[in-house]
T-cell receptor, first 115, second 111 residues
């Protein structure tokens, strides 16, 4: 297991297009998180899953954003009708529910540029 | 609201000098605090957590509930410590079971 993997690593798109990112967590991890990071800021929480259930969504996540984790394995994050303000690094992380709840294992991120 | 504040965007020290990266938090629950590090061209990774009270790569951090602080310290900086450091607070089920990150501090160790 090589850790959390994300695809694609970079995506350049035009405003108004839809984009989808995929995250493959560490196989035995039941929690999966999405974060967004912009220049000069720390990662901002977007949403998290425990197995296949989406248990928490940030108010940052407008209705153009949707995330899924079918079968509790990989996850996808889709952004519809992209805007320039969506340009950011999208980070995925996974963890075990317990005992080390705050120990998240991060992927390398998917960088989105909206032109 | 839960918040993590790292007041310094950049900390520049000479090799061998002591390092202290500041972190303050705001949280009404029982805090679980972490330091994460991102080296150049590497992914974000856990450095240490307050519960384990361990020293990792010579770094230590003590939770001070009175001052709501969790500063990261190392007595003698090394060039390989140059990285971005994030303080993070894990908030429990009432607040979403998530890590809340500070804005980060770049540590630059000069030779």
């Amino acid at each position: 297991d090589t850790g959390v993997s994300q695809d694609p690593r970079h995506k350049i798109t035009k405003r108004g297009q839809n984009v989808t990112f995929r995250c493959d967590p560490i196989s035995e991890h039941n929690r999966l998180y999405w974060y967004r990071q912009t220049l000069g800021q720390g990662p901002e929480f977007l949403t998290y899953f425990q197995n296949e259930a989406q248990l928490e969504k940030s108010r940052l996540l407008s209705d153009r954003f949707s995330a899924e984790r079918p079968k509790g394995s990989f996850s996808t994050l889709e952004i519809q009708r992209t805007e320039q303000g969506d340009s950011a690094m999208y980070l995925c992380a996974s963890s075990l529910k317990s005992p080390n709840t705050g120990e998240l294992f991060f992927g390398e991120g998917s960088r989105l540029t909206v032109l | 609201a839960q918040r993590v504040t790292q007041p310094e965007k950049l900390l520049s020290v000479f090799k061998g000098a002591p390092v202290e990266l500041k972190c303050n938090y705001s949280y009404s629950g029982s805090p679980e605090l972490f330091w994460y590090v991102q080296y150049s061209r590497q992914r974000l990774q856990l450095l240490l957590r307050h519960i384990s009270r361990e020293s990792i790569k010579g770094f230590t951090a003590d939770l001070n509930k009175g001052e709501t602080s969790f500063h990261l310290k190392k007595p003698f900086a090394q060039e390989e410590d140059s990285a971005m450091y994030y303080c993070a607070l894990f908030v429990g089920v009432l607040y979403g079971n998530k890590l809340v990150f500070g804005a980060g501090t770049i540590l630059r160790v000069k030779s």
